[in-house]
């Protein structure tokens, strides 16, 4: 369990108070999805979706980055 999850619907890290996904989130992601990337771009693309939804005045090129860009 971690201690940086999102805050909905402003998607700040419940954690650090960045943005979600905040660094220490990311890093956490690609450890516990290290043998499923497929895995990890589908739920992290449902918290886009999810964002999208809450943050509509966010430019969509920004979340995308936000929420999958990170991804190797």
């Known amino acids: 369990m971690t201690d940086h999850g999102p805050i909905q619907p402003i998607w700040t890290c419940s954690g650090c108070s960045l943005p979600w996904p905040c660094p220490t989130r990311r890093r956490q992601l690609l450890a516990e999805y290290d043998n499923a990337p497929l895995s990890l771009s589908l739920y992290m693309a449902s918290h886009l979706v999810s964002a999208t ?10 979340l995308y980055r936000r929420f999958l860009g990170w991804m190797p």
């Open 53 to 62: 939804q809450d943050m509509g005045w966010a430019p969509a090129g920004s």
